[in-house]
């Protein structure tokens, strides 16, 4: 054979075992790409899953406070009823319920721990079954949503606003009443009174209002 043929054969064979390593390495790279993308779809759809879960899926708190506030005028007919205990006066407060102010306001403040619909939406004032309603009724229902949720009460503080009557001689029966609906220790409830120094509705004796802060612990 010529020299030039056989340079042709090599050149050949050369081209021919370049191709094929070629071709091959391309099929590897193929199938290191699709198997890295498979990997990266799973791992996305995992992400999303997780972040999807994040976002419906709430929080459990260890500690969670809410604050509630109710006020009511005070007018004649009416009795007074404060933190589920009668107490003597000329005048009781004008509601739809009995007009609890206090239970009012404890029952907000648990429910707005909850980060849950308030009182006037859970039993709205438009509902005549409601009309009359012992208040103790709306507040063991947010008990009962609390220990859904797991929790029990840490402490409450609360502070009634009054002008008159003077409720200093009442406190204690309150304070152990309230203790009971929330199933709770005494020694977690606070029950302070006040008056309004003679301003504003509350201060004319004309209504009621009442402050609560309460701290709520998951178990």
């Given at each position: 054979?010529?020299?030039?043929?056989?340079?042709?054969?090599?050149?050949?064979?050369?081209?021919?075992?370049?191709?094929?390593?070629?071709?091959?390495?391309?099929?590897?790279v193929h199938h290191m790409t699709a198997?890295?993308?498979?990997?990266?779809?799973?791992?996305?759809?995992?992400?999303q899953a997780a972040v999807t879960a994040?976002?419906?899926?709430?929080?459990?708190?260890?500690?969670?406070?809410?604050?509630?506030?109710?006020?009511?005028?005070?007018?004649?007919?009416?009795?007074?009823?404060?933190?589920?205990?009668?107490?003597?006066?000329?005048?009781?407060?004008?509601?739809?319920?009995?007009?609890?102010?206090?239970?009012?306001?404890?029952?907000?403040?648990?429910?707005?721990?909850?980060?849950?619909?308030?009182?006037?939406?859970?039993?709205?004032?438009?509902?005549?079954?409601?009309?009359?309603?012992?208040?103790?009724?709306?507040?063991?229902?947010?008990?009962?949503?609390?220990?859904?949720?797991?929790?029990?009460?840490?402490?409450?503080?609360?502070?009634?606003?009054?002008?008159?009557?003077?409720?200093?001689?009442?406190?204690?029966?309150?304070?152990?009443?309230?203790?009971?609906?929330?199933?709770?220790?005494?020694?977690?409830?606070?029950?302070?009174?006040?008056?309004?120094?003679?301003?504003?509705?509350?201060?004319?004796?004309?209504?009621?209002?009442?402050?609560?802060?309460?701290?709520?612990?998951?178990?």
């Amino acid at each position: 054979w010529s020299q030039n043929k056989l340079k042709g054969m090599f050149h050949r064979q050369h081209a021919f075992q370049t191709g094929r390593q070629v071709n091959t390495s391309c099929t590897r790279v193929h199938h290191m790409t699709a198997a890295r993308t498979a990997r990266q779809r799973t791992l996305g759809v995992r992400a999303q899953a997780a972040v999807t879960a994040s976002e419906t899926a709430a929080p459990v708190l260890p500690y969670r406070v809410g604050h509630g506030f109710d006020l009511h005028r005070l007018a004649e007919g009416y009795k007074l009823v404060i933190g589920g205990i009668e107490i003597p006066h000329t005048k009781g407060c004008e509601a739809h319920s009995d007009g609890d102010v206090l239970l009012h306001t404890i029952t907000d403040a648990i429910l707005g721990a909850l980060c849950m619909p308030d009182i006037g939406q859970l039993f709205p004032d438009t509902d005549p079954k409601w009309q009359g309603a012992r208040s103790d009724i709306f507040l063991s229902e947010a008990v009962r949503l609390m220990e859904q949720q797991g929790y029990t009460v840490g402490n409450i503080d609360c502070t009634i606003i009054a002008e008159r009557p003077k409720l200093s001689p009442h406190k204690e029966v309150i304070r152990a009443n309230v203790a009971k609906l929330l199933k709770a220790h005494p020694s977690v409830v606070n029950i302070k009174a006040k008056t309004h120094e003679k301003v504003d509705s509350i201060g004319e004796g004309r209504s009621i209002g009442c402050h609560a802060v309460i701290m709520l612990i998951h178990t």
